[in-house]
């Protein structure tokens, strides 16, 4: 049974830094798409970071760009996300999930399945 589990979530302040981990298992990891997403209350799932398969490329919304890294150790079956330059904003649970389908783009949360139960951080300012 394919399983995400998400972990790593704190309370920071602004300017703080994290690094959020997503462990898989049940699947063959190595074969897929993995992709960060944050819920704010309120506000809709939204795709925060993407990375293929091998690693060698990455995605990210244009909210975090330059700020966030997504990276991943296949030998590990796990994909991190590491948060710098924290800001208010940032704050909500955060989510891994493996794509699926590929019929629109990466940061749209129908392409994926298996989401974990979420890790939340929160920064204060």
């Known amino acids: 049974q394919a399983q995400l589990v998400e972990s790593g979530g704190e309370s920071v302040e602004a300017g703080g830094s994290l690094r959020l981990s997503c462990a898989a298992s049940?699947?063959?990891?190595?074969?897929?798409?993995i992709g960060w997403f944050r819920q704010a209350p309120g506000k809709e799932r939204e795709g925060v970071a993407g990375?293929?398969?091998?690693?060698?490329?990455?995605y990210y919304a244009d909210s975090v760009q330059g700020r966030f890294t997504i990276t991943r150790d296949n030998n590990k079956n796990t994909v991190y996300l590491h948060l710098t330059s924290l800001k208010p904003e940032d704050t909500g649970t955060y989510y891994c999930?493996?794509?699926?389908?590929?019929?629109?783009?990466?940061?749209?949360?129908?392409?994926?399945?298996?989401w974990g139960q979420g890790t939340q951080v929160t920064v204060s300012s």
């Open positions: 990375i293929k398969p091998n690693g060698e490329t990455t």
């Open positions: 049940g699947f063959a990891f190595s074969g897929f798409f």
């Open positions: 999930a493996r794509r699926i389908r590929y019929l629109g783009p990466w940061t749209q949360a129908t392409e994926y399945a298996n």
